[in-house]
């Protein structure tokens, strides 16, 4: 069949695209690479929400949460009840490979499949791809860009990279499982959009000692049994050590985007081009919708602030 609508990412924004789709009795289909809400589902286990749970709700559907800011596994089951309550129509663990323009219609080749369509929202996120260091010894099995449960590192000398939210929370967890535990901060304090629940926390960890923390400083190289860092004074100084979470945040797949003709500004933010009102790019029929418009603004869109971007697409697809 023809689509009216194919919806690349299957995570709350593009969930929302499908509900929106379905009130505008468009037909429609979401593809994606991984498990249903794959970020989600990749965050750590323990994670709480920044946002609370009325802000995480999609299409008016109340989201009932133990605390008023909800768990990663709280959110998880809403998004997969409203999946199945609506009949949403996602194809998972499928990625889309390549995209070509026929006349009016896209001819989007999948790893399982081939699908032409009107249009294409492309609400992938940006949680695949980290932002690495570049550093020698940074592919070694001792260093990681994700983070899950706390446990695996008890005893162990530890490297936290990074200084937001998961860097803190990473260091905080492990630390109060047993492990020893140095923070390599580029800046010159914790963020300033870490939680503010948990920033007093690990400021006063750091300042009785509990957690070490290098301020200006920056990892250099990682070897079997150390690591190695260049100081605020510009020394090099080596530690002992067992692992190493890079926690440096995520990139989003620009290259996809790039391969679809949707221009990129040309700064280090690589903002991709769209119509604020409408959200479609400069390749007529191709949308974007949350997180990806922020090229390397990670930070600027959120569930609760980009889940209008479905009604906006929708109701532009429908004119």
């Known amino acids: 069949m023809i689509y009216d609508v194919l919806i690349v990412g299957g995570g709350?924004?593009?969930i929302a695209c499908a509900l929106e789709a379905k009130k505008k009795n468009l037909s429609y289909i979401i593809v994606e690479k991984g498990a249903l809400v794959n970020s989600l589902y990749n965050y750590p286990?323990?994670?709480?929400?920044?946002?609370?749970?009325?802000?995480l709700e999609l299409d008016d559907i109340p989201f009932v949460s133990n605390n008023p800011k909800p768990t990663k596994q709280e959110a998880l089951e809403y998004y997969r009840r409203i999946v199945e309550s609506k009949q949403i129509h996602i194809n998972l663990f499928e990625k889309v490979?390549?995209?070509?323009?026929?006349?009016?219609?896209?001819?989007?080749?999948?790893?399982?499949?081939?699908?032409?369509?009107?249009?294409i929202v492309i609400a992938t996120?940006?949680?695949?791809?980290?932002?690495?260091?570049?550093?020698?010894?940074?592919?070694?099995?001792?260093?990681?860009?994700?983070?899950?449960?706390?446990?695996?590192?008890?005893?162990?000398?530890?490297?936290?990279?990074?200084?937001?939210?998961?860097s803190v929370d990473a260091a905080l967890e492990t630390y109060r499982k047993g492990a020893d535990v140095t923070m390599i901060v580029r800046g010159e304090q914790i963020g300033e959009r870490v939680k503010y629940w948990v920033r007093p926390d690990i400021i006063n960890r750091i300042k009785e000692g509990s957690i070490k923390a290098y301020f200006n400083a920056e990892l250099t190289e990682v070897e079997k049994d150390q690591i190695k860092f260049k100081d605020e004074?510009?020394?090099?100084?080596?530690?002992?050590?067992?692992f190493v979470l890079a926690l440096t945040g995520y990139r989003p797949n620009f290259e996809f985007l790039e391969s679809l003709g949707i221009k990129l500004s040309e700064d280090q933010l690589s903002i991709p081009e769209y119509n604020q009102q409408t959200m479609k790019t400069n390749v007529d029929g191709i949308y974007l919708a949350g997180v990806i418009c922020g090229g390397m603004e990670t930070h600027k869109w959120f569930i609760?602030?980009?889940?209008?971007?479905?009604?906006?697409?929708?109701?532009?697809?429908?004119?």
């Open 12 to 14: 709350p924004i593009g």
């Open 97 to 119: 490979e390549r995209v070509e323009k026929n006349d009016k219609l896209f001819e989007v080749v999948s790893s399982k499949t081939t699908y032409q369509t009107k249009n």
């Open 125 to 166: 996120g940006f949680y695949d791809i980290p932002n690495y260091l570049n550093i020698p010894g940074e592919e070694m099995d001792k260093v990681t860009h994700y983070y899950d449960d706390p446990h695996y590192y008890a005893t162990q000398k530890v490297v936290v990279v990074g200084a937001s939210n998961s």
């Open 45 to 55: 286990n323990k994670m709480t929400f920044f946002s609370t749970s009325e802000k």
């Open 304 to 319: 609760e602030n980009s889940r209008i971007h479905a009604k906006m697409i929708m109701e532009d697809i429908n004119a």
């Open 233 to 242: 004074e510009g020394n090099i100084q080596s530690l002992d050590n067992d």
